[in-house]
């Protein structure tokens, strides 16, 4: 063994490393995302979902039905991006997902059913095709199903984010459901009308004081905004906010909803901060780092960061999309960037089509 080995044997021995051999690894030129841009289709996930519904039943220690959608570029990590964790959650008629809380938010968005609940520090809030319900950090929360259909929502969390960062904290409640000690809906009571809030209340927390955005205002919202020009990268998309800061809902996680006109294509970019997006509605197609997702109601795909992305209506049929974001992390951070397309008119040339 010649010196030079000999020296980063004793290195290695005493846990340091010289960093002039791996600074290419701490510092590259760009971002190096081990997530892949995929996507997970309706016709495959629905009999998943329903199988899941038969097999599994819900207890203390199997809270929660749902089948979480893990990146193949990051098989252990768990998460549907290297920060966000999404799955399809499933209640039966009549069933109660026990109460619990964690430090990790989640968001809830309603795909098929009408008539669930979910139950936020004892704040009942009524779920319906569209709605989004949020479950900030260390809010008590269970879910419950008083309709006679089976629920199916989309789960949107910060998981792989809070356990990176080392700071999950857990705690089930001593009961499976909540006593519901204000009237029913709150918090949209107080601030559902998005332009006026109480003028005695103040903020409470980091995250919205609203709980569940319903449907019927956010589709109107983006239809009398779909008359005008909008953003050429995402069309017509709009964040919900927070109504105390005008921010996003929660420090880790922004959700847009958006829609993509009849027969338009978007310009593509990237930008640091990945997301996740569900179909709501129609069917288009996005170009995600050269490969293109063809895609329709009710399929969920990803867009890694610093990925380059556009994404297109398919001809005579509009699009609403669904998406959950990290970017409040990066923008806290002083970590956002954002990058346009430079060449053939801001889009990039398809080079492979996803199979699945
Ligand atoms: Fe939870
Ligand atoms: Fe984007």
């Known amino acids: 063994m010649d010196d030079a080995q000999a020296f980063y044997k004793e290195l290695e021995r005493n846990h340091l490393v010289a960093l002039w051999n791996v600074s290419a690894n701490l510092l590259p030129k760009e971002p190096r995302g081990r997530a892949i841009p995929y996507l997970w289709r309706w016709d495959t996930l629905l009999p998943l979902v329903r199988r899941g519904g038969e097999l599994a039943p819900l207890s203390r220690g199997a809270e929660r039905r749902v089948l979480g959608f893990i990146n193949p570029g990051l098989p252990t990590r768990y998460g549907a991006t290297h920060t966000l964790w999404a799955g399809f959650q499933y209640l039966l008629p009549?069933?109660?997902?026990?109460?619990?809380?964690?430090?990790?938010?989640?968001?809830?968005?309603?795909?098929?059913?009408?008539?669930?609940?979910?139950?936020?520090?004892?704040?009942?809030?009524?779920?319906?095709?569209?709605?989004?319900?949020?479950?900030?950090?260390?809010?008590?929360?269970?879910?419950?199903?008083?309709?006679?259909?089976?629920?199916?929502?989309?789960?949107?969390?910060?998981?792989?984010?809070?356990?990176?960062?080392?700071?999950?904290?857990?705690?089930?409640?001593?009961?499976?459901?909540?006593?519901?000690?204000?009237?029913?809906?709150?918090?949209?009571?107080?601030?559902?009308?998005?332009?006026?809030?109480?003028?005695?209340?103040?903020?409470?927390?980091?995250?919205?004081?609203?709980?569940?955005?319903?449907?019927?205002?956010?589709?109107?919202?983006?239809?009398?905004?779909?008359?005008?020009?909008?953003?050429?990268?995402?069309?017509?998309?709009?964040?919900?906010?927070?109504?105390?800061?005008?921010?996003?809902?929660?420090?880790?996680?922004?959700?847009?909803?958006?829609?993509?006109?009849?027969?338009?294509?978007?310009?593509?970019?990237?930008?640091?901060?990945?997301?996740?997006?569900l179909v709501f509605e129609g069917r288009g197609q996005s170009v995600i780092d050269g490969q293109r997702f063809d895609w329709q109601r009710g399929d969920l795909f990803v867009v890694p960061t610093w990925a380059w992305h556009e994404h297109a209506s398919a001809d005579g049929a509009e699009a609403i999309l669904f998406s959950v974001h990290d970017t409040p992390v990066m923008q806290a951070l002083g970590l956002f960037r954002e990058q346009a397309y430079p060449d053939h008119d801001g889009h990039q040339p398809v080079s492979r089509v996803f199979e699945g």
């Not at 199916?152 to 904290?169: C, H, N, Q, S, Y």
């Not at 001593?174 to 332009?195: F, H, I, M, N, W």
Request: proline residues 9%; negative net charge; charged residues 25%.
């Open 94 to 277: 009549r069933e109660v997902a026990p109460a619990h809380r964690h430090s990790p938010a989640a968001i809830r968005f309603i795909i098929q059913g009408d008539g669930a609940f979910t139950t936020v520090d004892g704040d009942k809030c009524v779920m319906s095709r569209g709605d989004l319900v949020l479950t900030p950090p260390w809010t008590w929360h269970d879910h419950g199903n008083e309709s006679d259909e089976p629920m199916i929502w989309l789960d949107g969390l910060d998981l792989p984010l809070v356990a990176e960062m080392e700071a999950t904290f857990y705690e089930p409640f001593p009961k499976d459901a909540q006593r519901v000690e204000r009237p029913v809906g709150d918090s949209e009571r107080r601030y559902g009308l998005g332009q006026l809030r109480p003028t005695w209340e103040r903020s409470v927390g980091p995250f919205s004081p609203l709980l569940n955005y319903k449907w019927a205002p956010t589709e109107e919202a983006l239809r009398r905004l779909a008359t005008g020009s909008a953003s050429p990268y995402d069309d017509v998309a709009m964040e919900y906010i927070n109504p105390h800061t005008g921010g996003p809902l929660m420090p880790t996680i922004a959700c847009w909803i958006q829609l993509i006109r009849r027969g338009l294509r978007t310009r593509a970019h990237r930008h640091t901060g990945s997301a996740v997006y």
